[in-house]
């Protein structure tokens, strides 16, 4: 790091449980987060600010009116632009020194596998089961960590799902393919704004904590918030040994 990295990352550097080692770590991380929207325009900032080397931000959609409620890294004079690049805008702008790949287009196959291998964390910001239940399968190929969040109305939750550790669950143990028929959107039902802030921001602490190994992450655990109530609450999960996707683990 030089001067001007240990003046931007001071504040992180003075957390004994980071430090210097941390941020050296982050700086040399490569996170990929699925979608741009909600979710991913807080999680991505931060770990921009946090100074990860090397974001990858994919989202297959534009810039509309309506999402400027809540996706805080997009701007009425961006409309109509793909998400992925207005994300590249706004991240580069915090933080010039964070290379940011846009990807302007739905990751799939073995496109989506290559991107996650690269990885060093994965973070699910999209919002449909498809791609979740898609991105999961290969996070579970390449044992890679899986940090998944999910807002709708006034309700959030967030888990990491994390390969390395064998008693790990995967996505699928707890939300299996074949349960997922009444699949509902923020276009239908709404979402409280500062809730997927809430949720997204949560989604890059655990990122940041799984690459500088500080802490106790949500492996094993649920975490669900009411924002009606602003009450949290933490739900334990356990493993499915005859799960489709990570049984054979």
Known sequence: MNDQDLLRYARHILLNELGIEGQEKLLQARVLIIGAGGLGAPASLYLAGAGVGRITLADDDVVELSNLQRQIIH??????????????????????????????????GSELEDAVAQADVVLDCCDNFAT?????????????PL???????????????????????????LFPEADEADEVSCATTGVLG?????????????????????????TGRLLCLDALTMQWSS?????????????HR
């Open 194 to 218: 500062p809730l997927v802030g809430i949720i997204g921001s949560t989604q890059a602490a655990e990122a940041i904590k799984l690459i500088t190994g500080m802490g106790k992450s949500l």
């Open 147 to 173: 940090v998944s969040g999910a807002a709708i109305r006034f309700a959030g939750q967030v888990s990491v799902y994390d390969m390395r550790d064998d008693a790990s669950p995967c996505y699928h143990c």
């Open 132 to 144: 979740r239940h898609a991105v999961n399968r290969a996070c579970v190929l390449h044992r890679k």
């Open 75 to 108: 701007t009425t004079d961006r409309l109509d632009q793909a998400k992925a690049e207005s994300g590249k805008l706004a991240l580069h702008a915090l933080n010039p020194s964070v290379q940011v790949d846009a990807v302007v287009r739905r990751l799939l």
């Open 235 to 247: 739900i334990g999960l356990q493993r499915d040994p005859a799960c489709p996707v990570c049984g």
